[in-house]
């Protein structure tokens, strides 16, 4: 049986990782406040609706519902 990689490894591996610098280097990303924003690589798009938020570490798009963390959507 495969052992699945325990929670907190996970949770430790997304603490570590910055989400602005991963995101960053796919799409061009500028600071908003706290936050960053982009148009939604997950959908077509003119206006910036997505939203990185590198204090909880995580993004969320208004526009399409696409949300995650560095390593998952």
């Known amino acids: ?3 699945r990689i325990p929670q ?9 990782s910055d ?9 061009e990303i ?3 406040g706290k936050e960053y924003k982009a148009c ?7 206006t910036p609706s997505f939203t990185i938020s590198p ?3 995580f993004y ?3 526009g399409c519902g696409a949300h995650g963390t560095a390593l998952a959507s």
Not at 19 to 27: A, M, V
Not at 40 to 46: D, L, Q, S
């Open 1 to 3: 049986m495969v052992e």
């Open 8 to 16: 907190t490894f996970i949770d430790d591996l997304i603490d570590r």
């Open 19 to 27: 989400i602005t610098e991963i995101i960053g280097k796919r799409i």
């Open 30 to 32: 500028k600071k908003a």
């Open 40 to 46: 939604c690589p997950f959908h077509n798009e003119k």
């Open 55 to 57: 204090e909880k570490g």
């Open 60 to 62: 969320h798009c208004f």
